[in-house]
């Protein structure tokens, strides 16, 4: 049985709410059919990274769109 878009949705937020080190508050999330989609901003490459393996750990996604942008402040 696939998992419904908004409960892929809230597992990939818990997923990046796990890694101490990311600051979860300037991504967005949003899944339709099975495919996620990361929007918004991280402040470096290996935040850009740590977000794409935390959406590769959930089980039920089906593809995945990264649409970060990497902004340093």
């Not at 998992?3 to 080190?21: H, N, P, Y």
């Not at 290996?46 to 990497?70: N, P, Q, S, W, Y």
């Amino acid at each position: 049985m696939e998992k419904a878009d908004s409960r892929l949705q809230q597992d990939v937020i818990d997923e990046l709410g796990t890694e101490s080190d990311l600051d979860t508050s300037t991504i967005g999330v949003t899944v339709k059919d099975g495919v996620v989609e990361l929007l918004g901003h991280v402040h470096n490459v290996a935040d850009k990274h740590t977000a794409e393996r935390a959406v590769k750990r959930i089980a039920g996604v089906r593809g995945f769109h990264d649409k970060l942008k990497i902004v340093r402040e």
